[in-house]
Antibody
């Protein structure tokens, strides 16, 4: 079964850091682009970042550029999102997702909640 | 950046109705549009990609059309389980912007 299992969310103070993980199983992880998407309370989906299959190319939304870093370890079948300088507006459910042949997302993680609050 | 303007933001329809949701891009993005369904407490699910290709396992009452700047998601014979929020997404290149969402309620 194709699956993405997320971990690493929680409560963090403004200005703090958090790393999200997304463990993949059931498919050849190193063959696919992966991404992160979030949904803030009462808001719509927001695309955050993509990384190509080898990890050599990364892309970011302006809202997180310079603060968030996407990475992957193909030997561990795991995707990461390092989040620094967190702000209250980063409070959201964060999803990892597997891309299909292009960057539409056909498999999603279960989501993990990140709350940025003092 | 290319915004994806999605409309309406919400709608209410009866079981058996046909529902149409539209997304408009500021400039042409060929057929690089996907549609997703999101229900409370669950991760989004892919419905349509490449503007009109039905994802595996998605009921055939869902269909997509369009190319260039204007795209449409149609739900024929609306069912109670279709109550959800629907999003379009462009993927011609970063940023992979989502539309604002359309909340579909069943009367």
């Amino acid at each position: 079964e194709v699956q993405l299992l997320q971990s690493g969310g929680g409560l963090v103070q403004p200005g703090g850091s958090l790393r999200l993980s997304c463990a993949a199983s059931g498919f050849t992880f190193g063959s696919y682009t992966m991404g992160w998407v979030r949904r803030a309370p009462g808001e719509g989906l927001e695309w955050l970042s993509d990384i190509n299959n080898s990890g050599s190319r990364t892309y970011y939304a302006d809202s997180v550029k310079g603060r968030f870093t996407i990475s992957r370890d193909n030997s561990k079948n795991t995707l990461y999102l390092q989040m620094n300088s967190l702000r209250a507006e980063d409070t959201a459910i964060y999803y990892c997702a597997k891309a299909g042949s292009i960057s539409w997302y056909n498999v999603w993680g279960q989501g993990t909640m990140v709350i940025v609050s003092s | 950046d290319i915004l994806m303007t999605q409309s309406p933001s919400s709608l209410s329809a009866s079981v058996g109705d046909r529902v149409t949701i539209t997304c408009r891009a500021r400039r042409g993005i060929r057929n690089y549009v996907a549609w997703y369904q999101e229900k409370p407490g669950s991760a989004p699910k892919l419905l349509i990609y490449d503007a009109s290709t039905l994802h595996s396992g998605v009921p055939s009452r869902f269909s997509g059309s369009g190319s260039g700047t204007d795209f449409t998601l149609t739900i024929n014979n609306l069912q109670p389980e279709d109550a959800a929020t629907y999003y379009c997404q462009k993927y011609d290149g970063a940023p992979l912007t989502f539309g604002g969402g359309t909340k579909v309620e069943i009367k």
